[in-house]
């Protein structure tokens, strides 16, 4: 959120906290990083893995090719459409950001401050309109009856309720950071650290998925440092773009980034025939990703004379718009990924609230992985047909 966005929120509607999605997404890339090679690792077993994994590291350990369980539509399409070409063994569990956050909102925050998690009213702000199916998944709602996240705003929702704000004119809210919002014991507020505002890390345009699981899997298991990932389209297809590494000539890891559902439909039957070539998929609903959400605050077309001039022209103008947005992302990121192993400031986040050690433990698996279950489909059924 920006300097101006958090100050409608605390002056408009009373936020007592407002965190960055940053630590979420943080936590996500941590966790799939290290998932990824253990899942990696256990591909190389052979028919001997179950033997050597046990119950609960095979419940958090899809199998290769991993594909980012990140995006809900494509999660939804999984379920309820894939399932028996048999991409959900290959779904990572990690949860997503927003469900991290919910996580860190309900659980650890609310236990800090002492009271009952179902008196904290959980929003988040989110590219996407499938985030609101996200969050009323069950895996996401405990026993008790309250939700990790109670309510999804979009990008585009937000915007309008700034415009029709009455309390608010936008041009006149100060530039200079909000007052401070109320705090907790726990570390000084570490939920709340102004680093959050801040992207220290490459988290690119749709999270960094697949480039900082590529570049710590590089080194993880073959030692080998990247610096820089650069993923290149197959053929003119802007929207399955691959990386490979090579050592000593040979292809050592396959990650591509597939958006849109014609790509997903693509790598979901590759997967059934058993002929997916990657180890690691990044994969989006939205053409372009997650900057083209549906919630997302989008290119505003210019009028022209006639409406199908005005369709090829936005159509082109929205096409260099995502790609100027693509690189502002790229540039405000740091080249540097996440490391989950030596980061000083994970471990101390998962001590701190979890009493969790480091990132890729059993507690912080129970934590932040979910899983998944096929949903059959509704069958098509003749109305004149039932019997009332």
């Given at each position: 959120?920006?300097?101006?966005?958090?100050?409608?929120?605390?002056?408009?509607?009373?936020?007592?906290?407002?965190?960055?999605?940053?630590?979420?997404?943080?936590?996500?890339?941590?966790?799939?990083?290290?998932?990824?090679?253990?899942?990696?690792?256990?591909?190389?077993?052979?028919?001997?893995?179950?033997?050597?994994?046990?119950?609960?590291?095979?419940?958090?350990?899809?199998?290769?090719?991993?594909?980012?369980?990140?995006?809900?539509?494509?999660?939804?399409?999984?379920?309820?459409?894939?399932?028996?070409?048999?991409?959900?063994?290959?779904?990572?569990r990690?949860?997503?950001?927003?469900?991290?956050?919910?996580?860190?909102?309900?659980?650890?925050?609310?236990?800090?401050?002492?009271?009952?998690?179902?008196?904290?009213?959980?929003?988040?702000?989110?590219?996407c309109y499938?985030?609101?199916?996200?969050?009323?998944?069950?895996?996401?709602?405990?026993?008790?009856?309250?939700?990790?996240?109670?309510?999804?705003?979009?990008?585009?929702?937000?915007?309008?309720?700034?415009?029709?704000?009455?309390?608010l004119?936008?041009?006149?809210?100060?530039?200079?950071?909000?007052?401070?919002?109320?705090?907790?014991?726990?570390?000084?507020?570490?939920?709340?650290?102004?680093?959050?505002?801040?992207?220290p890390?490459?988290?690119?345009?749709?999270?960094?998925?697949?480039?900082?699981?590529?570049?710590?899997?590089?080194?993880?298991?073959?030692?080998?440092?990247?610096?820089?990932?650069?993923?290149?389209?197959?053929?003119?297809?802007?929207?399955?773009?691959?990386?490979?590494?090579?050592?000593?000539?040979?292809?050592?890891?396959?990650?591509?980034?597939?958006?849109?559902?014609?790509?997903?439909?693509?790598?979901?039957?590759?997967?059934?025939?058993?002929?997916?070539?990657?180890?690691?998929?990044?994969?989006?609903?939205?053409?372009?990703?997650?900057?083209?959400?549906?919630?997302?605050?989008g290119?505003?077309?210019?009028?022209?004379?006639?409406?199908?001039?005005?369709?090829?022209?936005?159509?082109?103008?929205?096409?260099?718009?995502?790609?100027?947005?693509?690189?502002?992302?790229?540039?405000?990121?740091s080249?540097?990924?996440?490391?989950?192993?030596?980061?000083?400031?994970?471990?101390?986040?998962?001590?701190?609230?979890?009493?969790?050690?480091?990132?890729?433990?059993?507690?912080?698996?129970?934590?932040?992985?979910?899983?998944?279950?096929?949903?059959?489909?509704?069958?098509?059924?003749?109305?004149?047909?039932?019997v009332?």
């Amino acid at each position: 959120l920006s300097t101006n966005s958090r100050y409608f929120f605390q002056t408009s509607y009373s936020a007592d906290f407002i965190l960055h999605a940053n630590l979420g997404l943080e936590i996500a890339l941590a966790e799939a990083q290290l998932e990824f090679v253990r899942s990696f690792r256990q591909s190389q077993m052979g028919s001997s893995t179950p033997s050597h994994i046990d119950e609960f590291n095979a419940q958090f350990t899809p199998k290769l090719p991993v594909l980012a369980g990140e995006c809900p539509g494509w999660v939804c399409y999984a379920e309820k459409k894939a399932a028996k070409q048999g991409v959900l063994k290959c779904l990572s569990r990690v949860k997503s950001p927003q469900a991290i956050m919910g996580t860190l909102t309900k659980h650890a925050l609310a236990s800090d401050l002492g009271i009952d998690p179902s008196l904290l009213f959980h929003v988040t702000v989110m590219p996407c309109y499938d985030k609101k199916l996200e969050a009323s998944r069950s895996q996401f709602a405990s026993k008790n009856g309250f939700r990790d996240v109670d309510c999804v705003l979009t990008s585009v929702e937000v915007q309008r309720m700034i415009e029709t704000s009455q309390k608010l004119v936008w041009e006149e809210i100060p530039l200079a950071s909000p007052p401070s919002l109320r705090a907790w014991n726990k570390e000084s507020c570490i939920l709340n650290d102004d680093r959050l505002f801040r992207t220290p890390f490459n988290f690119g345009a749709s999270g960094g998925y697949a480039e900082n699981i590529f570049r710590f899997a590089s080194h993880e298991l073959f030692g080998v440092q990247i610096d820089r990932v650069e993923f290149k389209p197959r053929g003119k297809n802007m929207d399955l773009r691959e990386v490979s590494l090579v050592v000593d000539g040979r292809k050592k890891l396959r990650f591509a980034q597939a958006y849109g559902f014609k790509n997903i439909q693509k790598i979901a039957r590759d997967i059934e025939k058993g002929s997916c070539k990657y180890h690691y998929v990044e994969i989006m609903a939205c053409p372009s990703g997650c900057l083209n959400g549906g919630g997302q605050i989008g290119f505003v077309p210019q009028k022209a004379q006639s409406a199908t001039a005005v369709t090829i022209a936005s159509r082109k103008e929205q096409k260099k718009w995502l790609m100027t947005m693509d690189e502002m992302f790229h540039q405000e990121c740091s080249p540097r990924a996440i490391d989950p192993i030596s980061s000083e400031w994970l471990q101390k986040v998962y001590q701190s609230l979890f009493d969790a050690q480091s990132p890729g433990q059993d507690r912080s698996r129970q934590l932040f992985c979910t899983g998944f279950t096929s949903v059959d489909p509704i069958e098509e059924t003749n109305p004149k047909a039932i019997v009332w």
